[in-house]
């Protein structure tokens, strides 16, 4: 039924698009916001997603949204890589809760990846210190 069903429009994240759960914003505008993973994987874990559709993955994402959609995904991920310099940047989205999904509103998540550094598993990062995380908000949304 996850990947199957209809459109939840009080998922947590219709709920922070409405403004009515706070988030650490990156970026927005009329086709996405983009903000900052509060159970980060790595260290710059950005979520990036898109407004104006009842969209619960991908699959369902209207044809004519996905190309302003992905450009934004796109920039999020190189102003990441300006900001951060990681050593690689992972871009992952994930389609009913068998694939991983816990949120029912379509998101894809921008990873940066560090030499060494063991990503943490999906659904496994610690909670971010918020102070922490609106530094690397800011550091981000610079390079944007
Ligand atoms: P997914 O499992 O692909 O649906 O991704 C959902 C993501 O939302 C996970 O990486 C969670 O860490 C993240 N998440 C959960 N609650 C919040 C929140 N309040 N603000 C920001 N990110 C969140």
Known sequence: MSLHGSYDPDNLFAKILRGEISCVKVFEDDAALAFMDIFPQSRGHVLVVPKGVSARNFLELPRD????????????????????????????????????????????????????????????????????????????????
Request: charged share 20%.
């Open 65 to 144: 949204r996905i190309g302003p959609y992905l450009e934004r995904v796109q920039r999020v991920a190189v102003a990441v890589e300006k900001a951060l310099q990681p050593d690689g940047v992972q871009i992952m989205q994930f389609n009913g809760a068998p694939a991983g999904q816990t949120v029912f509103h379509l998101h894809f998540h921008v990873i940066p990846r560090y030499e060494g550094v063991q990503l943490a598993g999906h659904g496994q990062g610690k909670k971010a210190e918020a102070a922490e995380l609106a530094a690397i908000a800011k550091e981000i949304a610079a390079a944007l």
